[in-house]
């Protein structure tokens, strides 16, 4: 069943000597419910303009971004956004940064307090609940900042590449929570990377956007069998080969390149 829809989006935004640089164009996209989709293309492909689109922070200029079958209006309660920055207010304790979202939801100070607890003790930050966010390393903020959002229980995750500036081993360990996360809980993820193996490893579906003006291209159902783990499928024929097939038609969408028009 279709969570997320993306139907003939067209996005543009002004550019140097009064040109229009076109990001998306007539971009069509949907995400069943329950589905772990990543989107991968050429740096400036719209990748993470079409998470924004569905995410309510960029309004289209033509076509329409729906959510469960409703025109997004806004940013939505049901979705939840983790972005690449680091997104923690250094003022905050963890464990208050953590019950951010819920505070300004409302919730009660005792009920988020416990909520956040919990979740930190999920991903491995207990002991950190009164320390502030220079003690942690950048894996323990990414998870934090993780935790944030899965504590208002959001039906959508949307991920911009949340993992790039983390080292190889804390990107690898992180993979593997959003796996756990993913198959224990079957909230629907739409993740953008530009990470061909890192999209592989996690998705049930990759897809492919063209160089800008950013169209599908290509999509991939990602067959590998789960429960799943990076060091498991990644040197497996079937991940191999996966990869060749998509990698070889990326490669032919970097090479056509784009100018703004």
């Excluded at 949907?30 to 772990?36: I, K, N, S, Y």
């Excluded at 049901?78 to 905050?92: C, K, M, N």
């Excluded at 993740?191 to 169209?215: F, M």
């Excluded at 991939?220 to 191999?240: A, C, G, H, N, Q």
Aim: with cysteine; charged share 25%; aromatic share 4%.
């Amino acid at each position: 069943m279709k969570l997320l829809e993306l139907k003939d989006v067209t996005v543009s935004f002004p550019f140097a000597g009064g040109k229009t640089l076109t990001a998306l164009d007539h971009l069509n996209l949907t995400v069943d419910r329950g589905e772990l989709v990543a989107l991968v293309g050429p740096s400036g492909c719209g990748k993470s303009t079409a998470l924004n689109v569905l995410a309510g922070q960029v309004v289209p200029a033509g076509g329409q971004a729906l959510i469960d079958g409703k025109p997004v209006q806004g940013v939505s309660p049901s979705v939840g956004y983790i972005s690449q920055a680091d997104s923690l207010l250094p003022w905050r304790t963890v464990l208050d940064n953590v019950a951010l979202a819920m505070e300004l939801r409302g919730v009660e100070k005792k009920t988020r307090r416990e909520i956040a607890r919990e979740l930190m003790a999920k991903m491995g930050l207990s002991g950190f609940e009164h320390s502030f966010p220079r003690a942690l390393s950048g894996g323990m903020k990414k998870r934090a900042a993780i935790a944030r959002v899965l504590a208002i229980d959001p039906e959508v995750l949307m991920m911009d590449e949340p993992f790039a500036p983390l080292d190889a081993l804390t990107r690898q360990r992180l993979q593997d929570e959003i796996l756990t996360l993913w198959e224990s809980t079957g909230r629907t993820i739409l993740y953008v990377t530009h990470d061909l193996t890192e999209a592989i490893t996690l998705a049930s579906r990759v897809v492919l956007l063209s160089a800008r003006p950013g169209r599908v291209a290509g999509e991939y159902p990602i067959d590998l069998p789960r429960p799943r783990r990076v060091m498991d499928v990644k040197f497996s024929p079937r991940f191999v080969e996966l990869e060749k097939t998509i990698w070889q038609d990326l490669r032919s969408e970097l090479e056509k390149g784009a100018e703004p028009s």
